[in-house]
């Protein structure tokens, strides 16, 4: 669906994005993760047709995006960082404007911008000004704009920065159902967001793409080793017997007993984590002592970024007062 190869961008002697090339398929939600200046924004402004490149291609449904910007931009939708809203206008009158825009046909308009009023969930507020609307609002009319042309990639720039936890959880529900029937490109440094909606994740560090894989995938990538801890209802002595016959297991260190109860730390080969937790399991059912827990530890998404980027932490996005009378989303 989007092709983008040896893409670079400089700011005089700064280099923003630096030789990234990648693919994104069709039908899927990407995660765009990164630190704050880690060439997120610029990519996507550049694959939207927003900023120029300094060289390298990007190509979206096979057109190019700077020889053929109309055939490219028709098959994308894009909301930015700060949503392009005109404030002094009602919901409904800014979606009319941007479907003229679009050059959506005048006698098409009114059934589109009602369908996607009503996919976002705003029609009730349709008649209000939009300043007078919540964050959590006025970012869904940012998203009925990208979607008013029946784009088949949607392109989210830090679509809950700023937003309370409950408007949060409603924009990822959102998104996730966008995703049902479009590709969506999500950017962000908040690392929970992209591991609760995206499919696949792409992590750029200084410009320069240095990981693309499902959550899971890295997960098991970047483990160390495998890491299974447990609690059952015996003592340490039944606790080592059964288990001492499990060869994928290469340490045993019990980390705390009391009160009829053993906890258990087992280590064993990365790729011996779903051995380990089934030889544990039958173990313990064969001998009729209760497990109470048994949980396979992984690499943290987190733990990979700071792996990948040098411990680069992402910053966490400062809280924004929207201002306005509120209609809570």
Not at 8 to 21: C, F, I, M, N
Not at 306 to 326: F, I, S, V, Y
Request: hydrophobic share 40%.
């Amino acid at each position: 669906m989007i092709q983008v190869s040896h893409l670079t961008k400089r700011y005089g002697s700064h280099t923003a994005v630096s030789d990234l090339s990648f693919s994104i398929e069709k039908g899927q939600i990407y995660g765009f993760l990164g630190p704050n200046g880690a060439g997120k924004s610029t990519t996507m402004n550049i694959m939207t047709g927003c900023l120029a490149a300094t060289s390298g291609q990007v190509k979206i449904g096979g057109y190019d995006i700077f020889e053929q910007p109309r055939q490219a931009k028709r098959l994308l939708g894009y909301l930015p960082e700060q949503p392009p809203l005109y404030l002094d206008r009602t919901a409904w009158e800014y979606l009319h404007f941007v479907g003229r825009a679009k050059e959506i046909r005048e006698r098409d308009l009114p059934d589109r911008v009602e369908q996607v009023m009503e996919e976002t969930q705003i029609a009730h507020v349709g008649d209000r000004l939009l300043k007078n609307l919540s964050k959590g609002y006025r970012q869904r009319v940012g998203i009925a704009q990208a979607i008013l042309g029946d784009p088949e990639v949607v392109i989210l720039d830090e679509p809950t920065v700023g937003l309370d936890p409950k408007q949060i959880i409603e924009i990822r529900e959102l998104i996730q159902e966008l995703g049902r029937t479009r590709t969506v490109i999500l950017s962000s440094h908040i690392l929970s967001e992209v591991q609760a909606v995206c499919q696949t994740v792409l992590i750029i560090s200084r410009g320069k793409l240095v990981a693309c894989d499902t959550p899971d995938n890295l997960e098991r990538l970047f483990a160390g080793s495998a890491s299974v801890e447990i609690t059952a209802e015996a003592c340490e002595e039944q606790v080592r017997q059964l288990l001492a016959p499990i060869s994928a297991i290469t340490q045993l260190e019990i980390v705390g007993k009391g009160e009829g109860r053993c906890e258990a730390r087992l280590t064993g080969a990365p790729q011996d984590g779903d051995d380990i937790c089934r030889g544990v399991f039958f173990a313990f059912s064969r001998a009729g002592l209760p497990l109470l827990r048994l949980n396979m530890a992984r690499a943290s998404l987190e733990d990979i970024f700071l792996e990948l980027t040098g411990g680069e932490e992402p910053e966490a996005p400062a809280p924004e007062d929207d201002g306005g009378e509120e209609a809570e989303a």
